[in-house]
Nanobody, 115 residues
């Protein structure tokens, strides 16, 4: 059973930091790009960051310089380091990957940033 399990969300004050983790099971992690998305209340889900198997990264303009995506290919885990958090970063954060043409999503982890 292929699964993506996110963790690390929580409540933090503006300017604070969090680190999200996404553990991938099965064989979907190796050789596949990994993505972090987020969905705020009343808004569409948006791509936050991505990382290729060899570590190349991309970021949404709204998070550049504050969020960092990384991956551990031994632990089958992708991380999202979140610094200088703003209230507008409040959302459910989801991990995603595509393996053998199938799309996989995690269950999401809530991040709430208070002003």
């Amino acid at each position: 059973q292929v699964q993506l399990v996110e963790s690390g969300g929580g409540l933090v004050q503006a300017g604070g930091s969090l680190r999200l983790s996404c553990l991938a099971s099965g064989s979907i992690f190796k050789g596949n790009a990994m993505y972090w998305y987020r969905q705020a209340p009343g808004k569409q889900r948006e791509l936050v960051a991505s990382i290729t198997p060899d570590g190349r990264t991309t970021y949404a303009d709204s998070v550049k310089g504050r969020l960092t995506i990384s991956r551990d290919n031994i632990r089958n885990t992708v991380y999202l380091e979140m610094n200088s958090l703003k209230p507008e970063d409040t959302a459910v954060y989801y991990c995603r990957t595509i393996a053998a043409t199938r799309v996989y999503w995690g269950q999401g982890t809530q991040v709430t940033v208070s002003s």
